[in-house]
């Protein structure tokens, strides 16, 4: 592995998913020890769980706020933040809804999946709710169930998003994957926008996917061992 002089590109992306935020703490999705083995998505994260039993999708949605905040950013995080103060451009597309990268201190980062920290009344927007607890489990003003702000199993993804993330990734010559099984889709598309935009491709992950083909460079790695040296 050799490392990136960041003043060599004039715009970097860093396109992360879950095993960013493994060495904080924050479990994975997918393999051993991951969410999706031990709570089945179909009863915590889609619109007919919340539908059927909205309490226990709120309560499941308690348990992992109070598990990232018991999590702090590690050095991974901070490389990112810190090289987004020197360099002019420098953007985080996150999978993630953990806050781990503002927590950080990165300031450009767009939410592909929403954020844990965000709540949605039908009928009267979005609200931001940061405890370990949500403030209210109802909408203070029309009673409606408070949704978490998270794209979940069958959810559309915002277009606005996709379209704000697929500019950034057409115009970066830099494109750095970290932490990502590269399964969920539209996401999952990225890195080959990257790769046919002419940008270069890192993908950092201790582990091969079907995706990894599409990088000029694969770090097999974890995030926080690879990215202080990649930037030192
Ligand atoms: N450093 C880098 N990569 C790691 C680390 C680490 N310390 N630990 C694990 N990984 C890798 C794993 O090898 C795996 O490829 O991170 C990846 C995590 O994959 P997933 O759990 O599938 O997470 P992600 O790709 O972010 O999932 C996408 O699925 O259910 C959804 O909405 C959820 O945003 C999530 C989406």
């Given at each position: 592995?050799?490392?990136i002089k960041s003043d060599n590109y004039k715009s970097i ?83 993630n809804i953990d806050g781990m990268h503002q927590r950080a ?25 940061m405890g370990e607890k949500f403030e209210n489990y109802k ?94």
């Amino acid at each position: 592995m050799t490392t990136i002089k960041s003043d060599n590109y004039k715009s970097i992306v860093f396109f992360t998913g879950a095993g960013m935020s493994a060495e904080s703490g924050v479990p994975t999705y997918r393999g051993r020890g991951g969410i999706w083995s031990q709570y089945k998505w179909e009863e915590y994260a889609c619109q007919e769980a919340f539908d059927r039993d909205p309490e226990k999708v709120l309560k499941f949605h308690e348990l992992r706020r109070q598990s990232v905040l018991a999590c702090a950013p590690h050095v991974g995080h901070t490389v990112i933040a810190e090289l987004e103060k020197k360099h002019p451009r420098v953007i985080v597309v996150s999978q993630n809804i953990d806050g781990m990268h503002q927590r950080a201190g990165s300031k450009q980062v767009i939410e592909l999946h929403g954020s844990l920290w965000r709540v949605r009344c039908p009928s009267h927007g979005i609200f931001q709710d940061m405890g370990e607890k949500f403030e209210n489990y109802k909408c203070t003003q029309c009673g409606s169930w408070l949704r978490p702000d998270i794209t979940w199993f069958g959810d559309m993804l915002d277009q606005d998003v996709i379209t704000e993330a697929t500019i950034v990734i057409r115009q970066c010559d830099l494109f750095i994957s970290i932490g990502t099984s590269g399964v969920v889709w539209p996401a999952a598309g990225f890195p080959k926008v990257a790769r046919e935009h002419g940008a270069y491709c890192v993908e950092i992950n201790p582990e091969p996917n079907e995706m990894s083909s599409l990088y000029n460079e694969s770090v097999r790695e974890t995030a926080g061992v690879v990215l202080p040296r990649l930037f030192a």
